[in-house]
């Protein structure tokens, strides 16, 4: 059964730095994978998505990379902003028909 | 495109009553939809998985009879949260995936307070 987990569960940075925010998950046999962000009390706005057969997907002054051999994502935020500021969460799925696992998530302060 | 609409955005009933929720694909047709929960400061969990026309398929430790959901059409699937009690207050979301697309499209969810 597929495991996300995402580390840190918090992080605070100031403004205009570099930041990185890991995801692994256990099934290797992972579909695709997708980056959301989600502000309190909001839905989920669509980041990414990484098909298996990918390696890395951008937008904007965001980039994720996926490792299925590792069983890692990671999601790198460029010069940070304090409209940055939100949980990210990543999910794995096994197909497009499959539900997606969850990550517990990252909440990002990006102080100005 | 690929719009998922979810009503109502957030309902408060007092303890006892039943909550439907709806959640439609507004461009384009789900062969599939997900129902997830989201209790504070916790991650998305799934709570059942319906196919349009069949029964859905429940996650394990979700009651059937008390969360029902209806998948009639292939825009719209109803969760139906029967005897609300102020434990089942969380926000609901749902999910729907199309055939031989590689996401799935969410909705902006349902804050249901039980009183």
């Known amino acids: 059964k597929q495991e996300v987990t995402q580390i840190p569960a918090a992080l605070s940075v100031p403004e205009g730095e570099n930041l990185v925010l890991n995801c692994s998950f256990t099934?290797?046999?992972?579909?695709?994978l997708q980056w959301f962000r989600q502000d309190p009390g909001k839905g989920l706005t669509s980041l990414l998505l990484?098909?298996?057969?990918?390696r890395e997907q951008t937008s904007g002054r965001l980039n994720a990379s996926l490792d299925k051999s590792s069983g890692r994502s990671t999601l790198y935020i460029a010069a940070s902003q304090p409209g940055d500021s939100a949980t990210y969460l990543c999910a794995g799925g096994t197909s497009g028909n499959t539900p997606l696992v969850f990550g517990k998530g990252t909440r990002l302060s990006v102080i100005a | 495109g690929a719009v998922v609409s979810q009503h109502p955005s957030w309902v408060i009933c007092k303890s006892g009553t039943s909550v439907k929720i709806e959640c439609r694909s507004l461009d384009f047709q789900a062969t599939t939809m997900f129902w997830y929960r989201q209790f504070p400061k916790q991650s998305l969990m799934l709570m059942a998985t319906s196919n349009e026309g069949s029964k859905a398929t429940y996650e394990q430790g979700v009651e059937k009879d008390k969360f029902l959901i209806n998948h009639a059409s292939l825009t719209l699937s109803t969760l139906t949260v029967t005897s609300a009690h102020p434990e089942d207050s969380s926000f609901y979301i749902c999910s729907a995936s199309m055939v031989d697309r590689a996401s799935q499209f969410f909705g902006p969810g349902t804050r249901l307070t039980v009183l």
């Open positions: 099934d290797s046999a992972i579909y695709n």
């Open positions: 990484i098909q298996s057969s990918q």
